[in-house]
């Protein structure tokens, strides 16, 4: 008990020794860990995005009224016919019609303005590989039975190519934040090491074990970290809340993200924590002891019997 009394002592003592040290790191360690949860938060949900739009519709075919709807159920059955194509869904004028009062149900004022049979039939594709959509439009083109084509696909390539640039960005910001955030814990532990590079040297001398020596040390960078990463996490639980029923969550994506895949990387993120602060406080320290050792002289006058 007297030994953790002295651990926590003495890891406060050197804490106030550089408050301004102490404070960078905690912030380099909040905003590196907070790049690091929501970056990999933004990656899942790309993933579950990029699942749901593979699985969506990827070419709406609108359709002339003016030819005949056996016309249309060849064009139906030409498609079905491609092996790019898993899946075409006939949509009539009703359901359309349908499809717009559920939409627009919360604008009424809409609903009156816009005269719904103009609304027109279509095909709605589902590709195996959303990248047919140029394939499609190709062999659709002079088609009599099309009025119009319009596909998602280039839309959710940009998007994709976009949110892929933005993750890898936020991810290599988040490697030199954390290099920047261990490089001041192995500072900060070093200057407060060399200020009590005497007392060192003294428990040092009657006998105290280096890992009894490091464990102020070793706490005190744990114990940062810990700090600017809990800050982070609950940052990040609150970003992806806030986004959930933001404008963002009402665009194509689809903010949705499991409280199981947040747990899991919180917890994670804390373990890496961890090692990270009992890496840096060895490297940090690990030259003062080496400075600190007692010499043979030293080791002989400790052990030298008092005179009577």
Not at 65 to 86: F, G, I, N
Not at 91 to 106: G, I, M, N, R, V
């Amino acid at each position: 008990m007297k030994k953790l009394n002295y651990v926590l002592k003495n890891t406060f003592i050197n804490m106030r020794r550089n408050p301004l040290l102490v404070i960078a790191t905690m912030l380099a360690v909040l905003v590196s860990s907070f790049l690091v949860f929501t970056t990999l938060s933004a990656r899942a949900i790309i993933e579950n995005n990029t699942s749901r739009w593979q699985n969506g519709v990827h070419v709406v075919i609108f359709l002339d009224d003016r030819v005949t709807s056996t016309a249309h159920k060849q064009l139906q059955d030409t498609l079905e016919t491609y092996p790019e194509v898993r899946m075409v869904e006939y949509f009539s004028k009703t359901e359309a019609s349908e499809e717009f009062k559920t939409l627009y149900k919360d604008q009424p004022e809409l609903l009156q303005e816009v005269d719904l049979e103009i609304l027109p039939t279509s095909l709605r594709i589902n590709l195996n590989d959303p990248a047919d959509y140029k394939l499609i439009i190709q062999r659709m083109d002079g088609n009599p039975a099309v009025k119009e084509i319009r596909a998602s696909g280039e839309a959710i390539e940009r998007l994709l190519s976009l949110t892929n640039t933005l993750v890898l960005s936020a991810t290599i910001f988040a490697g030199l934040i954390a290099f920047a955030a261990f490089i001041l814990i192995i500072n900060t532990l070093r200057l407060t090491a060399y200020a009590k590079k005497k007392e060192i040297k003294i428990m040092r001398t009657i006998g105290a074990s280096s890992t009894y020596i490091r464990l102020p040390f070793i706490f005190e960078a744990i114990f940062e970290s810990l700090i600017g990463t809990s800050i982070a996490v609950g940052l990040g639980w609150g970003f992806i809340q806030y986004s959930k029923t933001s404008l963002i969550s009402e665009s194509i994506f689809d903010i949705s993200i499991s409280d199981s895949y947040l747990i899991n990387l919180t917890l994670i993120l804390l373990l890496s924590t961890i090692l990270f602060g009992f890496f840096a406080s060895f490297v940090g320290i690990r030259n003062c002891l080496l400075y600190t050792s007692p010499s043979p002289r030293d080791l002989s006058t400790s052990r030298m019997p008092s005179s009577a």
